[in-house]
């Protein structure tokens, strides 16, 4: 398996403007989680979701931001509009039940965005 | 609220010695998690304790977990440069399958 898949893995853009921050499980797996990583704030749960239903969205910081999954392959995060503080590495992570290591996360390679 | 704390949140220590980060958690949990994140890079997992006295080992890396306590260790045991990185360990939330992370522990390695 090529593991989580993100794109873009780097967004420039300005504020005001829609970015969106798009994530592929590993296959299988029936978690899914959106984390958002600055140097102020460590690393942030944004949303998750099993088996394509958002459990928990608390961490998810204000209305501009939302969170899609609307297959087990594909997951969206969307910042409309967004602003220069929402600039931060945003990863994207999957996970399922495992014997041996039970709902170890497998990160994606992070897409780092910043908002000029 | 589960509270994930680390320490030290920085450790600069020489080659060849011994350190050992602690990870302390505020409620009951039995699962917990070690990741490693180097500078730039995604986060990739090291260990899964899964219960009381549960003792994991790779390499210069070994986690230990005591659920009683609450506290889990990561001993390094003759550091080389290639281990600085930043550590983090994650405790399960009460079986939902969300885990609490903690703020991290910076470690730079001296040649």
């Known amino acids: 398996d090529a593991g989580v898949i993100q794109s873009p893995r780097h967004e420039v853009t300005e504020m005001g403007q829609e970015v969106t921050l798009r994530c592929k499980p590993i296959?299988?797996?029936?978690?899914l989680f959106w984390y958002r990583q600055t140097m102020m704030r460590g690393l942030e749960l944004l949303i998750y979701?099993?088996?394509?239903?958002?459990?928990?969205d608390s961490g998810m910081p204000e209305d501009r931001f939302s969170a899609k999954m609307p297959n087990a392959s594909f997951s969206t995060l969307k910042i409309q509009p967004s602003e220069p503080r929402d600039s931060a590495v945003y990863f994207c992570?999957?996970?399922?039940?495992?014997?041996?290591?039970?709902?170890?996360?497998?990160f994606g390679p992070g897409t780092r965005l910043t908002v000029t | 609220e589960l509270k994930v704390e680390q320490n030290p949140l920085f450790l600069s220590m020489q080659e060849g010695k011994n350190y050992t980060i602690y990870c302390n958690y505020s409620?009951?949990?039995?699962?917990l998690y070690w990741y490693r994140q180097d500078p730039g890079k995604s986060l990739e997992s090291l260990f899964v304790?899964?219960?009381?006295?549960a003792v994991k080992q790779e390499g210069r890396l070994m986690a230990s977990l005591d659920t009683k306590a609450r506290l889990s260790t990561l001993h390094i045991t003759a550091a080389v440069h290639d281990l600085s990185a930043t550590y983090f360990c994650?405790?399960?939330?009460?079986?939902?399958?969300?885990?609490?992370f903690g703020k991290g522990t910076r470690l730079h390695i001296l040649p």
């Open positions: 304790l899964l219960s009381n006295g």
């Open positions: 409620t009951t949990s039995d699962r």
């Open positions: 992570a999957s996970s399922s039940f495992d014997r041996e290591r039970p709902y170890e996360q497998y």
């Open positions: 296959s299988g797996h029936d978690y």
């Open positions: 994650a405790v399960d939330l009460n079986r939902d399958d969300k885990i609490i």
């Open positions: 979701f099993n088996n394509n239903v958002p459990i928990d």
